[in-house]
């Protein structure tokens, strides 16, 4: 299967939300998130930066309130441990080159595996990172699909509402 999602990016974003790799149903809907156990749209609900639940297939509104979605590697899996360090490596330079041209106010991973395959960092804390990325802010995030059973909703909401609190509110 050879689907890319296509990204939802513009310039001057306040965030960019940014997931490891598309999963399988993302990748055949071309919709971001799409899986139904993924809690991505309704946790930025939640935790609010959208004032109404966005369906995945309606996935490009998010634009309108200053919020993109990409993914550091393009290829579909069904699990996101299915990718090799080797992926990570050979999409870093160009996944910088979007952030450089696109210059969104805050890259924010969702998940550490994203941002441990870029920086080559494993011992990554949640949040706010010390370092930039082409100028972004760095925020570390629970990743929202329904496999990751160590964050539940209201802890997930918990820790989006905190990059909208620190980094997009004022």
């Not at 990016?9 to 799409?34: E, Q, S, Y």
């Not at 935790?47 to 639940?53: H, I, K, V």
């Not at 941002?115 to 949640?126: C, P, R, V």
Request: hydrophobic share 40%; with cysteine; aromatic share 10%.
């Amino acid at each position: 299967m050879t689907n890319q999602l296509p990204d939802i990016i513009a310039r001057d974003l306040k965030v960019l939300f940014c997931g490891i790799n598309p999963g399988m149903t993302a990748a055949a809907t071309g919709h971001h998130f799409a899986g139904r156990s993924n809690r991505f749209w309704r946790v930025i609900h939640l935790a609010g930066f959208t004032p109404d639940e966005i369906s995945p297939e309606q996935d490009r509104a998010i634009l309108k309130y200053g919020y993109g979605v990409t993914s550091v590697v393009k290829r579909p899996t069904a699990r996101a441990d299915q990718l090799s360090p080797e992926e990570f490596i050979s999409a870093a330079a160009e996944f910088e080159q979007k952030i450089a041209y696109h210059a969104p106010r805050v890259v924010a991973f969702l998940g550490k595996a994203a941002y441990a395959g870029l920086s080559g960092q494993q011992d990554i804390a949640w949040g706010l990172q010390p370092t930039r990325m082409k100028g972004a802010v760095v925020w570390l995030l629970p990743n929202p699909s329904g496999r990751n059973r160590s964050f539940g909703l209201d802890r997930l909401v918990e820790a989006y509402r905190q990059l909208y609190l620190e980094a997009v509110a004022h």
